[in-house]
């Protein structure tokens, strides 16, 4: 295996930076972990915007952190990785400087360029079907989304010229971040395929003009196309000392957190399905070939290694949900009560717990009554929904409400919604590819033993975690810098690297309380769609 190093790995989320350093040797051992977040700006009329100087500093302080608790040199890491919220949207000038605040992926502003660019005239699944089947033939996905990166800088072009005249490249996040750091230009292979501007055909790394001619865009702004564990290039000497590192460390492409999580998951295996709930969620199944489902917005994306592709659907706000449900009804936002408390009782087998945190204790109360939430379903489209229906109208209610329920009931509902969401996109998966009857859960939500269990219990399937599964896009970025350093052979190794830590086997008693649930769940959304549209259609 040879020698151990250090890698430091930035996992840079939508609502904040995630750093941690790690040592690798014959396994991967997290040495020490900072967080700091950050804003995502939401507009009227669908915007969604970061700041790039947000990112940066907040990554800044978390370096520093990381580096001072774990009491080492910063000349001893060998090499700086990142895992990457996807598809945003980094519009920058000569210098690296962004022209303007970053599109993040959830941004819906773009009706307009979506519907001149390609949702027009006979139409499969929202897109042009000539369109449609050639994007298919040359990408392996389409645009058929507002959401899509495309229609952001088609929606800058047409919206803010002054700005677009200033455009030297297109980049994502992760790229933003490299070239502040290295001073380059470039976009790992899932990311270029993420634009929907790739082209994969052949083992190809280029993007495909043709596309981009189809589609408005100026191939001068797309960036050179590395693979995920190459170096883009070396920390430069201002940057260090931002970062309080040392000038020269390599910077490697990384990947996007729907490349990476699968990775530092363990999920590495042809038919491996990993699921995952942080401020997102998603379903993902490892494939060896491109497969779109374009009725259920499912595209198999390509992964950090050749000849692997992630089978991915993703709900946009999962843990965001849970977020919600606490901000908003387990906390007292009103101050209804005269006397507030910061530590949380609750009884459980006849002992009182206290908890310090809320989460903990949410999930320990809703844990005291019995599956389906006393028949409140929640459905979790408070941001629009992209599968297996595109719906940016598409938002969350409480269904079956009663004289009885309660809070608790409500904060049940609100994750038993969640993981009604995510069983929904396993089944729209086996359409196409079977899903593995024992899945990988990880990010925040995976912390929660509770939450695990009600995954298990809805979708009947054998769920397994992992340590520090809040951590796992950080694992996978530290993964891509061993291969790099060849300390492991391929991504594949990181499968025996990354044991499961608990199993949760479905209690089918719950899962026939949960069917029934979840057939409902399924009918809100048709029953509900002209709703949707008549109370949320941009003007």
């Known amino acids: 295996m040879g020698n151990e190093i250090y890698a430091l790995a930035f996992d840079i989320g939508t609502t904040g930076v995630k750093t941690c350093l790690f040592k690798i040797s014959d396994r991967i051992e997290l040495i020490s972990a900072a967080s700091e977040g950050y804003k995502l700006y939401v507009m009227p009329g669908g915007g969604a915007e970061q700041e790039p100087d947000e990112w ?10 990381v580096i001072k608790k774990a009491k080492i040199d910063p000349a001893e890491i060998y090499g700086i990785s990142f895992c990457s919220q996807m598809q945003g949207l980094v519009l920058v000038d000569k210098d690296g400087n962004a022209v ?13 360029e979506l519907k001149k660019g390609i949702a027009y005239g006979p139409q499969i699944a929202g897109a042009n079907i000539p369109k449609l089947l050639r994007s298919l033939q040359i990408t392996g ?22 700005n677009f005249a200033k455009v030297h490249k ?25 634009t ?25 702004h797309l960036a050179k196309i590395i693979d995920c564990t190459d170096k883009a290039g070396t920390l430069r000497e201002k940057q260090a000392e931002e970062l309080g590192l040392v000038p020269g460390i390599p910077v490697f492409g990384g990947g996007g957190d729907a490349t990476l999580i699968g990775v530092g998951a363990g999920a590495v295996a042809k038919g491996d399905t990993h699921v995952y709930q942080g ?58 009560y005269l006397n507030k408390q910061h530590d949380f009782k609750h009884k459980k087998a006849d002992m009182e717990v206290v908890y310090t945190n809320l989460y903990d204790y949410m999930m320990a109360v809703v844990d005291s009554i019995p599956a389906g939430s006393g028949g409140v379903i929640f459905t979790p489209w408070l941001h629009g929904n992209r599968c297996p229906f595109e719906d940016s109208n598409a938002r969350g209610m409480f269904f079956n409400i009663s004289l009885e329920t309660g809070k608790t009931e409500l904060i049940r509902a609100v994750v038993e919604g969640v993981c009604f969401h995510l069983r929904w996109m396993l089944e729209a998966q086996d359409k196409k590819v079977p899903t593995s009857k024992t899945i990988r859960f990880v990010g ?28 796992v896009g950080s694992v996978g970025a530290a993964v891509l810098i061993a291969v790099s350093a060849g300390l492991i052979s391929d991504i594949n190794d990181a499968k025996r690297l990354i044991p499961a830590s608990k199993t949760f086997t479905p209690n089918m008693k719950n899962k026939s309380v949960y069917d029934k649930n979840y057939a409902v769940f399924k009918e809100l959304y048709r029953s509900n769609k002209n709703n949707f549209e008549l109370l949320n259609k941009l003007k």
């Open 444 to 471: 925040g939500g995976a912390l929660s033993d509770v939450t695990s269990q009600i995954l298990a219990d809805c979708t009947g399937k054998v769920v397994e975690t992992v340590e520090s599964p809040q951590n």
């Open 196 to 220: 929907m501007l790739y082209d994969i055909r052949n083992g190809k790394h280029c993007w495909s003009p043709e596309i981009c001619k189809m589609l408005g865009v100026n191939t001068e």
């Open 56 to 65: 940066w500093a907040a990554m800044c302080s978390t370096s520093k952190t």
């Open 170 to 194: 297109w980049l994502d996040v992760k790229e933003y971040l490299i070239c502040r750091m290295t001073g380059e230009f470039i976009m790992t292979r899932d990311s270029a395929f993420s």
């Open 141 to 162: 996905a389409v645009a058929a989304s507002v959401k899509d990166p495309v229609w952001k800088y088609k929606w800058v072009e047409a919206n803010e010229p002054e």
């Open 279 to 336: 401020t997102s969620g998603w379903v993902s199944t490892v494939v060896d070939k491109s497969i779109v489902d374009a009725n259920a917005m499912i595209a198999a994306i390509v992964g950090a290694e050749d000849g692997r592709y992630n089978y991915f659907a993703e709900l946009e706000t999962a843990g965001k949900c849970v977020e919600w449900v606490k901000d908003h009804l387990a906390l007292d936002e009103i101050d209804v």
């Open 100 to 112: 303007r605040r970053a599109f993040s992926y959830m941004d819906q502003r773009a009706t307009e």
